[in-house]
């Protein structure tokens, strides 16, 4: 019987392990579409400075 009570641990801390891997792949998927977001908004500024001062206006239509 002690013998059922360790296999039940160790699943349970594989188990846990298998969570923390899942939970750090989130957290890197996150950071990586933060930081897309964050550089494609950027861009949208940037690229709109640019189209504003070739035409003097600001304008969503092109």
Same mark, same amino acid.
């Given at each position: ?13 594989? +188990?846990? @392990? =298998?969570?923390? /891997?899942?939970? *750090? +792949?989130? @957290? =890197?998927?996150? /950071?990586?579409? *933060? ?28």
């Amino acid at each position: 019987m002690p013998f059922d009570n360790i296999r039940h641990k160790a699943t349970i801390c594989s +188990r846990l @392990r =298998e969570a923390g /891997r899942t939970a *750090a +792949r989130a @957290r =890197e998927l996150r /950071r990586l579409r *933060a930081s897309l977001g964050q550089l494609f908004g950027t861009v949208d500024l940037v690229l709109l400075a640019v189209l504003s001062a070739r035409s003097t206006t600001i304008s969503w239509h092109l």
